[in-house]
């Protein structure tokens, strides 16, 4: 059976960005949430298992704009249990206190091509917070400075590094847009790594990675 695209998630734009033609609005404050939600989401973490997560710093996107040489985002801090708290409870948070109270905490991914014009892609493994055993292209969460903005192509190196194992020079990297999954309403910025190395060659490499537990195997397709 094939999915139509929008069951999973919705495209907000595409284009071909590099890192001069991005720009980041950073508000140092996070968000305050009302007291009965900031209670149920710190109930929420403590009944979850904390032996493959933990509360890390997220970016959340709060606005965006796009033309066809420009693009902005609007950003400020957030954190992982906002964000599991917000994919399960996304009816209750929005008819309680508004569509603006989700955890819209910003995803970064790759699509992945081989100098040998393979497609990568992974099966998730069973211990993730989100989407455990579902596959899925490489790619995280945006790790905020505590000093500063953050840099969404430094974020997508950041990740590529830690569960690829490749450097800078291994690859160009391009922001190619941002789309917002259907169910959690969650949005996440899509970039190309055109990289110069074998889909064989990436694939071991990957495999002992840093993060390699957070996926259960590696696929390649032209």
């Avoid at 948070?93 to 991914?109: D, E, H, T």
């Avoid at 953050?150 to 830690?162: T, V």
Wanted: negative net charge; aromatic residues 10%; glycine residues 4%.
């Amino acid at each position: 059976m094939i999915l139509d695209d929008a069951l999973i998630f919705n495209t907000l734009f595409t284009g071909s960005y590099t890192r001069d033609d991005v720009t980041v609005l950073w508000q140092p404050s996070p968000l305050t949430f009302p007291a009965m939600m900031q209670k149920e989401i710190e109930h929420h973490w403590d009944t979850l298992p904390k032996e493959h997560i933990f509360n890390g710093h997220l970016a959340r996107l709060d606005h965006w704009s796009a033309t066809s040489v420009r693009c902005q985002f609007a950003l400020r801090p957030s954190d992982y249990r906002t964000l599991l708290y917000s994919n399960q409870h996304i009816q209750h948070i929005k008819k309680s206190w508004g569509f603006s109270y989700l955890s819209r905490a910003l995803g970064i991914s790759a699509v992945t091509l081989s100098s040998d014009n393979q497609l990568l892609f992974i099966k998730r493994s069973n211990s993730v917070g989100e989407f455990p055993n579902s596959f899925d292209v490489f790619g995280g969460h945006i790790d905020v400075p505590l000093d500063s903005a953050p840099c969404i192509f430094d974020a997508m190196s950041q990740e590529i590094k830690e569960e690829m194992d490749l450097e800078p020079t291994d690859y160009e990297l391009s922001l190619i847009g941002l789309i917002e999954t259907t169910a959690a309403q969650k949005p996440e910025l899509v970039f190309q790594s055109r990289i110069n190395r074998t889909a064989k060659e990436i694939i071991a490499i990957a495999k002992k990675s840093q993060d390699n537990v957070e996926f259960s195997d590696i696929y390649s397709i032209f």
